[in-house]
C-alpha cells in the first residue's frame, strides 16, 4: 500500500473550539484539501489561518473529482477531505471518493471530531446501547410517511437528521407512523448558541414545536425510541384472534385500539403485535 494518505477530517458543526490540534496540524501539512464547499470551509481555515490550496468535492461532482485526487496521491501527496460540518460520509460526501482511494491502494485515516448524531445521542436520554442512523427523511409527504412506517416496528433506537423547513411534516408523520406515545427527542442547533434539546411524547414535542417558531430554526437531530419488544406469546389466543380479524378489515392504530376495548389487553402491547403482524 503507498505511503501517501487521504485525511478523513471531521471539522466543528457550531463551536470552533471543538476543532482539534490533530485535525488542524493536518489541514496544515497536506498539499490538498478536498472539501465540500470551498467558500464555505474557507471562513474555517481562515479562522485558523490555514492557507492549504482547496478544490471541490461534493455530491454532483465526486466521481470526476475522485481521478484527480488519485493522481495526486500517485505523485506522493497526503490529501485531506472535509465537509460542511462535521464528518464526512455521514449524509455528507465521501463515500464514492473513499472507496476509490482505497481501491487504488492508498491509505485512507480518520481523524475523529464532531458529528452531530453522537453528540445528540450522548445528550437525549434514549436507549444508546443499540441504535440506528437513517439520514433524512424522503422530503415528499406520502414517502415520507411510507418510510417511517416501515420502521416502526424497529426496535432500536432511530436517528434522522432534519431541515428546518421540514420538522413540522416530520414530527408529524412521527405521530402518525409511530404513535403519539411513542417517545422521542430532537436536538437542534447543537453546540452552537442556541442549543436545545426538546423531549417528550411525539405529540408533546410536535405541540411544542408548533408552538414556538424559535424551536424550528436550525439543523435537526431526530431520535426516535425503539418499539418495545413483544413476543406474540404475551398475548393469549382470544386476543391474538380478534386482532388478526380486525387487522384485516382496519388500520394498525384503529384494530389495536378496538382489539383493547374487546379484549382488556393493554392497547400498547396490541399496537406492537399489530406493527410485527404488517
Known amino acids: 500500500m503507498s505511503e501517501s494518505v487521504l485525511y478523513v477530517i ?22 490538498l484539501i478536498a472539501a465540500e464547499d470551498t467558500r464555505h470551509s474557507g471562513r474555517l481555515l481562515s479562522h485558523f489561518n490555514i492557507k492549504t490550496p482547496m478544490i471541490a468535492v461534493h455530491d454532483h461532482n465526486e466521481r470526476q473529482q475522485q481521478q484527480k485526487i488519485i493522481e495526486k496521491l500517485q505523485q506522493g501527496l497526503d490529501i485531506a477531505l472535509i465537509s460542511d460540518a462535521g464528518t464526512p460520509l455521514i449524509s455528507d460526501p465521501g463515500f464514492v471518493l473513499v472507496r476509490e482511494v482505497r481501491a487504488a491502494g492508498f491509505n485512507v485515516v480518520p481523524v475523529p471530531g464532531c458529528c452531530a448524531m453522537v453528540a445528540a445521542l450522548s445528550a437525549a436520554g434514549v436507549p444508546s446501547d443499540r441504535f ?88 435537526f437531530v431526530l431520535m426516535v425510541e425503539g418499539a418495545p419488544e413483544i413476543d406474540d406469546s404475551d398475548l393469549d389466543s382470544h386476543a391474538s384472534e380478534v386482532l388478526d380479524i380486525l387487522l384485516a378489515e382496519l388500520s394498525v392504530k384503529q384494530a389495536s385500539a378496538l382489539a383493547a376495548k374487546i379484549t382488556g389487553v393493554k392497547k400498547k402491547v396490541l399496537y406492537q403485535a399489530a406493527l410485527d403482524r404488517k
Open 132 to 219: 440506528a442512523f437513517e439520514g433524512f427523511p424522503p422530503a415528499k409527504s406520502q414517502q415520507r410517511l411510507n418510510f417511517f412506517s416501515g420502521l416502526a416496528a424497529e426496535t432500536r433506537t432511530l436517528m434522522f437528521y432534519e431541515s428546518p423547513h421540514r420538522i413540522l411534516d416530520s414530527l408529524a408523520a412521527v405521530v402518525e407512523a409511530f404513535g403519539a406515545d411513542r417517545p422521542i427527542v430532537i436536538a437542534r442547533e447543537l453546540t452552537k448558541t442556541f442549543e436545545t434539546f426538546i423531549a417528550g411524547t411525539a405529540a408533546e414535542v410536535l405541540s411544542k414545536v408548533e408552538a414556538d417558531p424559535n424551536q424550528r430554526k436550525g439543523e
Open 10 to 31: 471531521a471539522t466543528p458543526i457550531g463551536n470552533l473550539e471543538d476543532m482539534t490540534p490533530r485535525a488542524l496540524r493536518i489541514l496544515e501539512s497536506v498539499a
